[in-house]
């Protein structure tokens, strides 16, 4: 079969605190996509980073003292830290304070602006502070928006409007391009009203972080243009052409609901300026909530993906981000059912699987997979979900329906669990060793092929699994588990954790 590329972003994290939930959340659902693409031969490009210009940077290392640029070189680590602990395997950091992106930038607008797209006008309106921009009357009233003021300045405009008949037509044309479909609604309905055009240029007398326009040195880029523009940077547009055919256009960019405009709308019309073709696939995620609540820094409720996956372990803090959520619909979090999840699925149906499975065989065969002599229903019947689950599975996952993925497998290691208690090899094994050799290998081969389909979202502790049964990652038909294969020692996958009722 013919390699197909796939290349997922993550939205850049603001350096502007350390990275949380949210942003571990996405960054392991690409890593989780790169890896099931990879296991089924794709070649993936995997790029996650960091956006560091802008005001929200800004003012987060004037409270440190700091320039802003050592403060980003500061925060980056505990970025790049967190992912190489949570196992994520990206292909490219981008930082936007990169020379490359620089460039690339500045290369961008003196296209566009040439090209005509770009123009000076005097605006004045509602600006938010927080939000970094004007904002709609309507916006204010909503009363959403803090710190607003009215600012009238002269400031560089793309003409995002010239290009709203090709982004509708685009959205209409590509069923594919906006998931979920409600999001899709969301902004056809935005696209309804005329859009204006965008702002895209930040005097620096009032805010000089960020790349410098080149047409007019008073000016810096407004973070928003300068950040999207990493993903063509991340794959070399502009410095690297057999580079850029290869990956561009995005297969997916990963993002969080509240982002969606700006990709779909600034990105896309950017985009036709540039006259490049538009990603593949937005698809805009929930939120994780705690409990009921947003999370934010003044609740005090933030999560730190690094105390959960110190306390619980990598694996599990992956299984339950990928388990829990439905692509597309908030989430809640809480630490109760965490640990229920955990118990549930990993300590007593994963866990267990492999426990009982290495125990009996230690037992009855020296810890040697015994062979299969004469299969029954029972047998075939284990056979054939699994051989049903591989396709499934496969549709699953590039249907982005992770949580459904898992779902499915963990049902087949329950299935699994009660075909050895129906079966009970301990008992079979005093009369029938044979018999008893035939439901183990059964059973251990069923843990075998589970554990492959749950590698993308636990490598650690699936690769465990493989190491234990000498078993090779690749293999994913029943019968791959070699007879006469010696199994190594192990200590408990997930150990319980006791403290349910906290
Ligand atoms: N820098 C911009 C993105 C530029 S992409 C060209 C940005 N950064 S961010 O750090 O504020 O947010 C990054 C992502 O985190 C967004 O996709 C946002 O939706 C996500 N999340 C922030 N809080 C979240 C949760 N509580 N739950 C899930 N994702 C959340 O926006």
Redesign the pocket.
């Known amino acids: 079969m013919k390699k197909s590329k796939f290349y997922v972003t ?5 350096v ?1 605190d350390k990275p ?4 571990a ?2 960054t392991i659902l690409a890593d989780v996509l790169t890896r099931y693409h990879e296991s089924i031969g794709d070649e993936v490009f995997f790029l996650t980073g960091l ?1 560091e210009h802008g005001q ?1 940077v800004k003012q987060a290392a004037e409270k440190r003292n700091l320039s802003c640029q050592e403060h980003c070189n500061d925060l980056a680590p505990r970025f790049i830290n967190l992912w190489e602990k949570l196992e994520i395997k990206y292909s490219d950091f981008i930082r936007t304070t990169q020379e490359r992106h620089i460039k690339l930038v500045q290369s961008v607008l003196q296209k566009v602006y040439e090209k005509g797209d770009i123009y000076m006008d005097e605006y004045e309106g509602w600006y938010s502070v927080a939000e970094e921009r004007f904002i709609t009357a309507t916006e204010k009233e909503s009363g959403q928006f803090r710190d607003v003021k009215m600012l009238k300045e002269r400031n560089w405009f793309f003409k995002m409007s010239k290009y709203q008949r090709n982004l509708i037509d685009h959205i209409n044309n590509n069923p594919q391009f906006i998931r979920p479909e409600s999001r899709k609604n969301e902004i056809l309905g935005f696209l309804r009203q005329p859009l204006g055009d965008l702002c895209i240029s930040r005097p620096k007398e009032r805010m000089d972080w960020g790349i410098e326009i080149p047409f007019d040195r008073e000016y810096v880029t407004y ?2 243009f300068d ?2 523009l ?2 063509v940077t991340g794959v070399g547009f502009e410095a690297d052409n057999d580079k850029f055919n290869k990956w561009w256009p995005a297969d997916i960019h990963l ?5 969606l405009t ?2 779909s709308v600034y ?1 896309s019309t950017m985009l036709f300026s540039l006259g490049l073709p538009l990603p593949k696939t937005i698809f805009a ?5 705690i409990g009921e609540t ?2 934010s820094k003044s609740l005090g409720n933030v999560v730190n993906p690094l105390d959960m996956a110190e306390q619980y372990g990598v694996d599990a803090l992956r299984y339950y981000l990928m388990r829990e959520m439905v692509l597309g619909q908030d989430s809640s979090f809480t630490l109760e059912s965490f640990i229920k999840r955990y118990n549930s699925d990993l300590a007593n149906d994963f866990g267990n699987l492999l426990n009982r499975v290495s125990g009996l065989i230690g037992k009855y065969f020296d810890s040697v997979v015994p062979a299969v002599k004469g299969k029954t229903a029972a047998e075939e019947d284990i056979e054939k979900s699994f051989n049903e689950l591989m396709p499934k599975i496969r549709t699953l996952i590039l249907e982005f329906k992770i949580n459904e993925a898992i779902e499915e497998t963990m049902q087949l290691i329950r299935k699994v669990n009660k075909y050895l208690e129906s079966q009970a090899p301990w008992k079979v094994a005093k009369e029938n060793l044979e018999r008893a050799g035939t439901i183990l290998y059964t059973a251990t081969e069923a843990l075998r092929l589970a554990a492959i389909l749950l590698l993308p979202v636990m490598p650690s502790k699936c690769g465990r699994v493989m190491e234990v049964l000498s078993a090779d990652k690749t293999e994913l038909l029943w019968g791959g588990l070699k007879s006469g294969t010696k199994l190594q020692t192990h200590e408990a996958l997930f150990p319980r954790i006791e403290e349910e009722k906290k």
Do not use: C, E, R, S
């Not at 949380?20 to 942003?23: T, V």
């Open positions: 993550t939205p850049i994290y603001y502007n949380h939930i949210g942003h959340y996405t956006d929200k973070v928003w950040a999207l990493n993903y993002i969080g609901k509240d982002i700006t990709h990105w995620h929930g939120w994780w909530l947003k999370m």
